[in-house]
T-cell receptor, first 114, second 112 residues
Framework: DTGVSQDPRHKITKRGQNVTFRCDPI?????LYWYRQTLGQGPEFLTYFQNEAQLEKSRLLSDRFSAERPKGSFSTLEIQRTEQGDSAMYLC????????????FGPGTRLTVT | RKEVEQDPGPFNVPEGATVAFNCTYS??????FFWYRQDCRKEPKLLMSVYSSGNEDGRFTAQLNRASQYISLLIRDSKLSDSATYLCVVNILSGSARQLTFGSGTQLTVLP
């Protein structure tokens, strides 16, 4: 499968714990995006990387959230001191540099904070 | 006001029916427009891009009216497999990010 992959697919954690998610974009896609989706809503933009540089962060990304893409390939999203309001689907998407805006999504990581 | 607004739905239609979804967007600087399809508990998948001249892909027709900031999707001869949530999406250049902004989606159920 050469699509975007995410790990884990599901995560249940207790409030206050830290969690980390991983995204592997489509090979050679320079751009990588993280989104969050809650029930009944469309995905909301969180952050964007071009290669290893994090170029944009949404206001939704509080100080408890951090994302990295150290080698310009896979990316991690960490949430510290999780809260029940963090429960959502976290989606990763990628696309190549160039004049294309179409983004290809991974299957997502569903986070439940109890 | 949301940046992308869609028909609230849900739409329940019989097989073979024609159904239309509408969407409006608020940012006139929006550059690209899409319809994504999302099945229950799955990721969004690109259905089609939307061009100013209108475009068609089989049973699906998308139209864009930049002056009215309005996007539509028409599905003809609907199939059971068309049941999904349809997301209207615009791309806005925000800083250096070409981020997608999604509507809340319209749920379609095609009934046998």
């Amino acid at each position: 499968d050469t699509g975007v992959s995410q790990d884990p697919r599901h995560k249940i954690t207790k409030r206050g714990q830290n969690v980390t998610f991983r995204c592997d974009p489509i090979s050679e896609h320079n751009r990588l995006y993280w989104y969050r989706q809650t029930l009944g809503q469309g995905p909301e933009f969180l952050t964007y990387f071009q290669n290893e540089a994090q170029l944009e962060k949404s206001r939704l990304l509080s100080d408890r959230f951090s994302a990295e893409r150290p080698k310009g390939s896979f990316s991690t999203l960490e949430i510290q001191r999780t809260e029940q309001g963090d429960s959502a689907m976290y989606l990763c998407a990628s696309n190549p540099t160039g004049n294309t805006d179409e983004q290809y999504f991974g299957p997502g990581t569903r986070l439940t904070v109890t | 006001r949301k940046e992308v607004e869609q028909d609230p739905g849900p739409f329940n239609v019989p097989e073979g029916a024609t159904v239309a979804f509408n969407c409006t967007y608020s940012n006139s600087a929006s550059q690209s427009f899409f319809w994504y399809r999302q099945d229950c508990r799955k990721e969004p998948k690109l259905l089609m891009s939307v061009y100013s001249s209108g475009n068609e892909d089989g049973r699906f027709t998308a139209q864009l009216n930049r002056a009215s900031q309005y996007i539509s999707l028409l599905i003809r001869d609907s199939k059971l497999s068309d049941s999904a949530t349809y997301l209207c999406v615009v791309n806005i250049l925000s800083g250096s990010a070409r981020q997608l902004t999604f509507g809340s989606g319209t749920q379609l159920t095609v009934l046998p």
